[in-house]
C-alpha cells in the first residue's frame, strides 16, 4: 500500500519542501510552511518515459482564433472590467475579505443570466440552499429562479456540472470545495490547487464559464487564492470595508480585457447597486472644514474624486500615532517627512490620523499631493478652497521637495472642473515644489511649525 507522504507547502508561493522550515525558501516568507500528507502516486516511480507521438507546430497565422461570444452578466460594472462580459470557458477568480459581498454579486450575476435564458449553476459549499435561498429573495431579477447546489465533495460538483451543463457556473467558495482523494483539510493550498485545476480542466473542455469565489484574510493566512492567479484567466478583487457601504471591483489580472478598470458599488438592502457616477457621490459628501480636500484620483482609467481627510491632535504616546485608511501608511510617513523637512509644516510630535472617505482606496502616487494638503490644512486649522467648494488637487511628492508630474493631468483637471472646483492645484511651472503647493492651498507663507 502506498504509504502517506508528508510535505510542507507554502501558503504564499505554494513551494514545497519535505522538512519544516521557519522561512520558506521559495519566497522568502516567514512561518508561511504548513504540513500536509498525501498518498504517494505511483506515477512517482523511477522508470523510462513512455514514448509519445510527435505533435505539429502550427505557425500562429494559421491558428484559427475562436472569437468569443461573450456572455453579459447584466451588472455594467462588472461586464465592464471583464472586458465586455465573461467568455464562456473562461476562469474568474473572485477575492475579497469575507463579508464583502462576493455571494451576492454572484447571485446577482446569474439571477440575471438566467432571467435572460441562459443555463446558470450556483454551488456552495458554504452556505445551505436555504440561507442561499433567502439571500436570493433580497435580490431583483431572476435570483430566485438560479438552480443551486450545496455541496462541499469536489467529484460530486464536477459530475452535478458535467450532467447540468450549465453555460455560467459559480463556485462559492473554492476553500470549502474537498478532493476526496487528497488528504489535506479543505482551504489547504493543496486542496485549493486541486480543485481549481480540476474545475478549469472541466471548464475548459466543456465551455463552462466559472466564477470562482476565494476568500482573503487580512494575513493571507488562508491558502490564498494567490497560488491560483496563474491558473485562472481572470482575477478580480472586491475591496472595500465591511461596514462601508462603498466596495471597489478591480482586475488585477485579465486575458481577455484590460486590468485598468475599477467598478464602484454600494451595498444597499436590496444587493450591490453600481455606483455610476462616484464623484459625484463623494463630491457632495466632501466636508468644508480643516483638514479636508479633494483629490483627482485616477482609478484605472476612470478619473475619480475623493475626499482625504487628516486630523492632527497631540499625543500622549511616543511614537505618536500614525494611522491611515485607504493610503499606504509607508506613503503617510514619507509625505510628513517631507512636509516637514521642505515645506516647513511639521506634525512633530502630534497623532496624525489619514482617512479617504467612503472606505475607498487610493493605491497611487498621486494622492501625495492631497494628503500633504488634507495634513497642512489640519495643523494649521484653516479650511481650504474657495468659498463655495474644496480645493482639488493631485501630484506626486519627492524626496527632496519637489512636485512631480502624475499620469492623465487632463483628465483629473477635467473631472474636477466637471464638479466645478477649481482652481485645482497640480505640479506645474506656478507650483514646482510641495512649499509651493502649500502657500498656494494656505494661501500663507509657510513657515510656522506647529508644536
Ligand atoms: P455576502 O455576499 O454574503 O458576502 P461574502 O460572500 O463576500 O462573504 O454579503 C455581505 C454582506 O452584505 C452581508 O453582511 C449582508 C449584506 N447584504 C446587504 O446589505 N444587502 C443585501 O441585499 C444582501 C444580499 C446582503
Ligand atoms: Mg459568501
New binding site residues.
Partial sequence: MARPTTVFVCSACAAETPRWMGQCPGCGEWNTLNEETRAKSPAGKAGAPTPRAASKPLRLADVQAQRYERLQTGIGELDRILGGGLVPGSLVLIG?S????????TSMALGNLEGAGRRTLYVSGEESAAQIRL?AE??PGAALQVPVLAETDLDTVLATMEAERPEVCVI?SVQTLHAADLTGASGSVGQVREVADRITRLAKARGIAVLL?GHVTKEGALAGPRVLEHLVDCVLQFEGE?ERTYRTLRALKNRFGSTNDVGVFE?????LVEVQDASARFVSEATRAPGSVVLAAMEGSRPLLVEVQALVSPSELVPPRRVCNGIDRNRLALVLAVLARHAGIGAGSADVFVNVAGGVRVDEPGADLAVALAVASAVRGITVGSEQTPLACFGEVGLTGELRSVGHPDRRLAEAKKFGLGPVVQPGPETPTLRAAVRAALGAPASRVAA
Fill in positions: 475579497g469575507p463579508g464583502i459581498g462576493k455571494s451576492t454579486l439571500r433580497r435580490l462559492d469565489v465591511r451595498m444597499k438592502s436590496g444587493g
